[in-house]
């Protein structure tokens, strides 16, 4: 059996995240249109007849090195590096940013396979554009190969998968065939709460937004979910609740109703929302809030 480890890289917002969750038939990462959904590195397990490929979903990577929280995004993006053996590499358009020069001088460094996927062709009207494209990249990179998908609209997803497969070493299978995340059900229903929050608040959205499940009981028939949304200024948690709680209520039901899909079964989610100044900005603060792998 071929199996192995396979980095999903590229900038905010490629698509990389709804990639994984269509690759493995089943949401496990959270995505919204905003930049910086991702914060956790998250394992897809895919387990097929030809094999196993574990994704590696990754925060995006940054040019802004500011605050912790940025730091701490670059420096699990870059780590993701050390130990896959295929890099899919995605982007969102025919043309290369600035940070693409990092990009690659990594790509080169890292010595792996490195498959472009040129996401989001559902936009693209002029085909013949990607090959012109295509021609391009692969004078500046000899990648394997350059596959133009679409995420959303499961376009091409089954030649990727069968490419990315291909390129695996072939080795006994590293998770047990029914295993889908490295994740706990309690990461990822704080996790669902983050997204419908990032989704219902929009630009609103306060950056520094996190959500710590205090306590996750499971009883017969029902799963009790106590969640703190933890916030940096009074301000911020006057938007989270929103008038006459209503934010707080439809973000409330939203994640309800996606975790009784997760977990196929009934739940109780309570939410509360709490104040910690200036959590983003103090590695401690981070560490005690479960950014610390
Ligand atoms: P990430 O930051 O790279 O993980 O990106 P996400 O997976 O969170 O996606 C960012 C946004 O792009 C979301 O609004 C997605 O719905 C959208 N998106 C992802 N893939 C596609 C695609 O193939 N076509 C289009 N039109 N939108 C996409
Ligand atoms: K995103
Ligand atoms: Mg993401």
Known sequence: ????????????????????????????????????????????????????????????????????????????????????????????????????????????????????????????????AILTFFNDAQHRFPFKHLVPISALKRTNLDQLEDLIMALLPERDLIYPEDQVTDRSERFLAAEIVREKLTRRLGDELPYALTVEIERYEEKPGITKIYAIIWVERLTQKNIVIGKDGDMLKKVGTDARMDIEKLLGQKVYLQLWVKVKKGWSDSERALQSLGFND
């Not at 905010?12 to 910086?36: D, Y």
């Not at 590096?81 to 890099?87: A, M, N, T």
Request: proline fraction near 3%; charge should be positive.
């Open 1 to 128: 059996m071929n199996c192995g480890f396979v980095a999903l890289i590229g900038r905010p917002n490629v698509g990389k995240s709804t990639l994984m969750n269509h690759l493995l038939k089943q949401k496990i990462s959270i995505t919204s249109r905003k930049p910086q959904t991702t914060r956790h590195r998250i394992l897809g397990i895919n387990t097929t007849d030809a094999g196993q490929a574990i994704y590696m979903d990754t925060p995006g990577m940054h040019n802004s090195e500011k605050r912790a929280l940025n730091r701490y995004l670059n420096r699990t993006a870059e780590t993701t590096l050390l130990g896959v053996d295929v890099i899919v590499w995605l982007i969102d358009g025919l043309s290369w940013h600035e940070y693409d020069e990092v990009i690659f001088k990594k790509l080169e460094q890292a010595g792996l396979p490195v498959i472009l996927a040129v996401n989001k062709v559902d936009k693209v009207a002029d085909k013949e």
